[in-house]
């Protein structure tokens, strides 16, 4: 069967907090230069690269290009198909390893350095490899059906044209080699030529065609995906970079006749929001014209009165915004970017402009409606993104209790830098306080457990939470309480499971051998507990609790029968479930051979129907939050 990969690109917010940006000065020999002088200057900057034997691009590999969606597969470069990482062979359904740069145009083979460069080598499905051989890029004309399925990819005699998202990738990569090997060194001298059918028997070492490259150069921009993977080979492999996905505009100073012209569209849903005390994270989609943006340039400061920028003027990076004002360069593909160090309690504005070209020859686009945004800070240094979502006391083993959070945020809250207690207080007692500092980190979108006892918790759950503490002793009638900056006695609640100074018992809240789990899309603390933002089991066991499960999309297979509580019969993605649905989950029912039937109780936040799907409720319940 074809492994298919709808491919979702990862916030390169994400993406580029796990290795490291351009480093400072990295392409100063390159500034103010064009032309051969600027390809020149490059291959200093880039040569000399550590080098790779052939074995090791293999693993290499299985780390530039995973599969965001999921860790043990890759994505082969011609399909986007998902592979697993340790399917490598010459079958019909594993991957090998692609010269994007065919060895044959220079008749360097596999060795060091061309013939192990990561920065053209790909996975790729092996018979699709094949069939590419050593074709020059161009316009196809026949699609190519490979026997795994249909490809995006088409053909002709000495022609291989990629699926639209890579072309671009596959320009840049074919740049990269012809700056990167000048034939110093007794190294291959590479060329890219505007013509096709350039490896004759002779193995001249050149790639075409320029013209058709140059374009897919422009249509396809580089993505998060690319700069990811160009900050790993640097950082884990080669310590050299692509200077064609650092530095776009490069490719038309030396190859494309020197000035790029301004960009034809403003960004679009320019949106800032996610504030804590001391940050904003803003977001936009490029909306690319004819002309695309090489880099945005991105203001804020205090006033909402912006200096409008000069072509011809580059804008330095400043990103001290203590005295209220700043800017960045943010690169086309990112649309993201969170300013840091910001004054709590403090209203700040926002411009963006595109911009093509850099140094003299920059241009800024600054006529039509100038994107703004606004947003404040908050005032009291409490991240407004943290909340309860499941308080469990199972009926068979009170040992299993635990209390989860959520980060509904979009950046990482780093508990050794802020300061959260979860408190208990038992049974309303005004003395009763139990108090626990949160230690370690929660991710954007993740969850945190606190257990009761950590050995009993991975015996029942078979994982380790978070954090253990005999605090969350709650048997029912026990409130839990979020506190930001100190413990209840010192800090500011923030977010509430139960009601201070009151006895659960025979309360709304009360979760006695069972559990509650917050809605899915009840995203926002609450310093008073709100019935409707919560379902509550009538009874619950160690088999029912649902920890490090939150805010999940889930689709229903049948895979197994038609029992809905069987968590074999749901996937996440393309993966298998680890549980049954719960109330914090949007649910997805198709049509299916197995229709899902209810006989126990059963609860989620949102339930979807496709077309004709069927959803049956025998002697069972339904509670549905949305």
Avoid at 88 to 109: I, L
Avoid at 168 to 186: C, H, K, L, P, S
Avoid at 301 to 330: A, C, H
């Amino acid at each position: 069967m074809k492994r298919l990969l709808v491919f979702i690109l990862i916030s390169v917010v994400f993406l580029q907090g796990v290795y490291c940006q351009i480093p400072a000065g990295y392409y100063d020999g390159a500034s103010g230069l064009s032309g051969d002088a600027l390809k020149s200057a490059l291959n200093d900057i880039i040569d000399g690269h550590t080098e790779l034997s052939y074995t090791a691009v293999k693993d290499a590999l299985r780390e530039t290009d995973e599969d965001p969606n999921n860790s043990s597969n890759v994505i082969c470069l011609y399909t986007g198909w998902s592979y697993g990482k340790y399917d490598f062979g010459n079958g019909s359904e594993d991957w090998n390893r692609e010269h994007t740069w065919s060895k044959s145009h220079g008749d360097f083979g596999n060795n060091p350095p061309a013939g192990t460069d990561l920065h053209h080598l790909r996975p790729t499905d092996a018979s699709v490899n094949s069939a590419k051989g050593n074709r020059d890029f161009d316009i196809g004309v026949t699609q190519y059906i490979d026997g795994s399925g249909a490809t995006d990819c088409y053909t002709d005699t000495d022609i291989w044209e990629p699926r639209d998202a890579v072309k671009g990738d596959v320009a840049r990569m074919i740049f990269y080699m012809a700056t990167r090997y000048e034939g110093e060194n007794g190294e291959v001298d590479l060329e890219v030529v505007d013509y096709v059918n350039t490896a004759g028997s002779s193995y001249e070492p050149y790639y075409g065609k320029l013209s058709t490259l140059l374009q897919w150069h422009s249509s396809d921009p580089v993505d998060s995906w690319e700069i990811n993977r160009n900050n790993i080979i640097y950082s884990n492999y080669q310590g050299n970079r692509n200077p064609y996905i650092d530095h776009p505009e490069y490719v038309n100073l030396i190859w494309g006749g020197g000035v790029l012209p301004e960009p034809s569209n403003h960004v679009v849903s320019f949106i800032s929001g996610n504030a804590t005390s001391s940050s904003i994270s803003i977001t936009w989609d490029d909306n690319d014209g004819a002309n695309v943006a090489d880099k945005f340039l991105l203001m804020i400061n205090t006033t909402g009165s912006f200096t409008t920028p000069t072509d011809g003027i580059e804008n330095s990076d400043d990103t001290d915004i203590s005295d209220g004002v700043g800017q960045v360069n943010v690169n086309h593909g990112d649309e993201a970017y969170t300013f840091s160090g910001l004054t709590p309690a403090t209203n700040y504005y926002f411009e963006i402009y595109p911009f093509s070209n850099f140094g003299t020859d920059i241009d800024y686009k600054t006529d039509g409606t100038i994107p703004t945004s606004n947003a404040t800070t908050q005032a009291t240094g409490i991240n407004t993104f943290l909340i309860i979502a499941e308080v469990a006391d199972p009926s068979d083993s009170y040992q299993s209790r635990f209390v989860e959070l959520y980060n509904a945020g979009s950046t990482t809250i780093d508990f050794d830098a802020e300061i959260w207690y979860l408190c208990r207080q038992a049974n309303g007692g005004p003395s009763s306080w139990a108090c626990k500092q949160l230690e370690g980190a929660i991710n954007s979108n993740d969850t945190y457990v606190v257990a009761y006892s950590s050995s009993t918790f991975l015996s029942s759950y078979g994982f380790s939470p978070q954090l253990g503490s005999g605090l969350v002793t709650g048997n029912g009638n026990d409130g839990y309480f979020l506190y930001s900056g100190g413990n209840h006695a010192s800090g500011t609640l923030v977010d509430a499971y139960g009601i201070i100074d009151q006895d659960g018992s025979g309360e709304a809240w009360e979760y006695l051998d069972s559990k509650a789990v917050r809605k899915r899309l009840d995203t926002i603390p609450s310093q008073v507990w709100e019935v409707n933002q919560w379902v509550i089991n009538s009874t619950a066991s160690v088999a029912d609790m649902t920890p490090n499960w939150h805010h999940i999309t889930m689709s229903w297979s049948g895979a197994q029968s038609t029992a809905w509580g069987n968590k074999d019969n749901w996937e996440v993605g393309t993966t298998t479930s680890n549980y049954d649905p719960d109330a914090g989950c949007k649910v997805i029912i198709s049509n299916t051979v197995n229709s899902p039937v209810i006989s126990t109780e059963a609860s989620a936040d949102k339930l979807e129907l496709e077309p004709n799907a069927v959803l049956s409720i025998n002697s069972g319940t339904l509670k549905l939050g949305h």
